[in-house]
């Protein structure tokens, strides 16, 4: 599924939270947000995910106006990861990624052996099978982004909208959830703070600073030295990586601005 923006506005009171981003996720692409934090990721994310009404401009998804879409048609085009999520009241894990079915069903319709085998199947591709039947408020922090990435699965969205998928992960966890998110081949944009992360894994970034977009390209075209400094007020040194070719960087906390 193709996303774009088109100079998407969000404003609180006189301020300008969100102002004239225009962006695009290519078919199969996982695109990184990045910025400081307050630098406008998380309300970009809520008005491309329907939380935010924007004060101007607009998002489609595959062409479509999501706004003039009903919340059903726009759940089966977008699945979303959000940092705060409420599915942890009593369900077993089973139970949130069967919720993923919801948006292909009629009020009151059972869940279909159809439901129930693509629920199975997405824990599976997820590799938590073991955890169906555990209490979701019961999972680590990295086994329930497993369950929730599940849920998405089930869901059959073309686009995933991820707001800060490794938060509060160790590394291990980090990798993981990113590999997994890399090996489902759906178009993503992700909310990302870990630069080491956008710069692995993500195909393009784009840069907000003050909630307005300062660098886009590739990670490589994105992460300089000066972007960097420029972005986040600390030096570094970015030098490719010998055996993956992406950019590493090398924060210099000593060494002021």
């Not at 948006?103 to 052996?113: A, G, N, Q, V």
């Not at 591709?125 to 329930?144: N, P």
């Amino acid at each position: 599924m193709k996303l774009q923006t088109q100079a998407l506005c969000w404003q609180s009171a006189a301020a300008y939270i969100v102002r004239d981003v225009s962006l695009h996720v290519a078919e199969g692409e996982l695109v990184g947000l990045i910025g400081p934090n307050g630098s406008g990721k998380s309300t970009l994310l809520r008005m491309i995910y329907r939380v935010l009404q924007p004060t101007s401009g607009g998002v489609t998804a595959d062409g479509h106006d999501i706004w003039r879409l009903s919340a059903r048609d726009n759940a089966r085009r977008m699945a979303v990861l959000a940092q705060e999520d409420g599915s942890e009241f009593g369900f077993s894990a089973r139970e949130v990624v069967l919720m993923g079915r919801t948006p292909h069903k009629t009020p009151f319709e059972r869940d279909s052996e159809a439901d129930l085998a693509l629920v199975d199947q997405a824990l599976r591709r997820v590799g938590a099978t073991h955890l169906a039947d555990r209490t979701f408020a019961t999972l680590s922090g990295g086994e329930k982004q497993r369950v929730l990435i599940a849920r998405a699965l089930t869901q059959q969205a073309g686009l995933l909208v991820l707001d800060e998928p490794t938060n509060h992960l160790d590394v291990r966890y980090q990798f993981e959830i990113m590999n997994l998110i890399r090996s489902l081949g759906t178009s993503a944009i992700a909310a990302l703070h870990e630069l080491h992360i956008a710069a692995h894994y993500c195909d393009r970034l784009y840069l907000l600073q003050a909630g307005q977009i300062v660098a886009h390209g590739t990670p490589a075209q994105v992460l300089t030295a000066e972007t960097i400094a420029a972005a986040y007020r600390v030096r570094a040194h970015v030098h490719l990586h010998p055996h993956s070719g992406k950019p590493r960087i090398d924060f210099l906390p000593d060494d002021p601005l």
